[in-house]
């Protein structure tokens, strides 16, 4: 899959750490795990609702999100204001978790679709 496509459907309308021209290395753990259920047919990125951005959805799943993939993040914890440890007011998770997230409170994916 291109990545300028996965970009389009994760990280430019989900991630507020989004830049255009970002190096591909800098990805998330979320939007790993994302690429990863995408290359694997578990969701179809072109046939999926749309979801928007909910932080009570991201706040419900921050534990459980957080032991599947952000522990093995390379963002975690130091520099993500989100699963860091303190309190940040209007803290924001990367753009996969938010959509991994949105996904999960669905019903398209499950736990146990997560590596
Ligand atoms: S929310 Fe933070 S720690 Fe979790 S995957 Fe995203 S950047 Fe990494």
Known sequence: MAKHRFQNY??????????DGQK????????EE??????????????MPTLRKEPA???????????RVCRTCAFFPGDCDFQGGEE?????????FILLALWYESGLIRMTDLE
């Open 10 to 19: 994760v990280c430019r309308p989900y991630c507020m750490f989004f830049k």
């Open 57 to 67: 959805v991201w706040e419900k799943h921050k534990d459980v999100l957080g032991d």
């Open 88 to 96: 940040v007011e209007g803290a924001e998770p990367c753009g996969g």
């Open 34 to 47: 994302v690429e990863r259920l995408v290359q694997q047919g578990s969701v179809d990125p072109a046939n």
């Open 24 to 31: 591909e290395e800098m990805s998330c753990r979320g939007a």
